[in-house]
């Protein structure tokens, strides 16, 4: 975001007012202090290309990336061939080299651990990881789904041994398996 900003001072309140989060918090998003989530980061994919762009690198959909910076280039193009100016090739319009195109096995070369696993459970297993205390009344609330739904997929989780249940029924709470 900071590249696509262009040194604009004011361009946090922008974003404040693209996704209606607080001015605070979009510096923040700015700034690298935190980063948007859920509905914030919807809302960012629909104005911000570049946010898109990252996006799409991250979650390694490499098809519809190549699709967009063919588009990106094709108006390129277009738009040079209408100015008197000859066209050269350097000018064209290039794909960044900070945006990853592949990353086999995700970071590092570690195999992918959600590979095989629903959304809500992929969800579920990332708020985990972030050392969150959550339980299938959240993925209830969070997809919109009955609590039953939320229990049949931790579950599943379970009996592929990701997930346990550790501590009493009252205090305990879901943990992954290391």
């Known amino acids: 975001m900071k590249h696509e900003s262009r040194g604009q001072p004011k361009f946090a309140m922008l974003i404040a007012d693209w996704t209606g989060a607080a001015d605070r918090t979009a510096e923040n998003w700015m700034n690298g202090v935190s980063g948007p989530s859920g509905a914030y980061l919807i809302y960012l994919m629909r104005r911000s290309d570049e946010v898109l762009k990252t996006v799409l690198a991250l979650a390694q959909r ?29 000018r064209l319009l290039q794909r960044p080299a900070a945006v990853p195109l592949h990353v086999p096995d995700g970071p590092g070369g570690v195999p992918d ?66």
């Open 62 to 90: 490499q098809e519809i990336l190549t699709a967009f910076y063919e588009q990106e280039e094709t108006k390129e193009q277009k738009r040079q061939r209408s100015t008197a100016t000859p066209v050269h090739q350097d």
């Open 113 to 178: 651990l959600h590979a095989g696993m629903g959304t809500r459970q992929k969800w579920f297993v990332g708020q985990l990881e972030l050392n969150r205390n959550v339980r299938a009344e959240h993925i209830a609330n969070a997809f919109d789904v009955s609590v039953k739904t939320g229990k049949r997929d931790i579950a599943l989780l379970k009996e592929q041994r990701i997930v346990t249940y550790a501590g009493s029924t009252r205090r305990g709470r879901y943990i992954l398996v290391t």
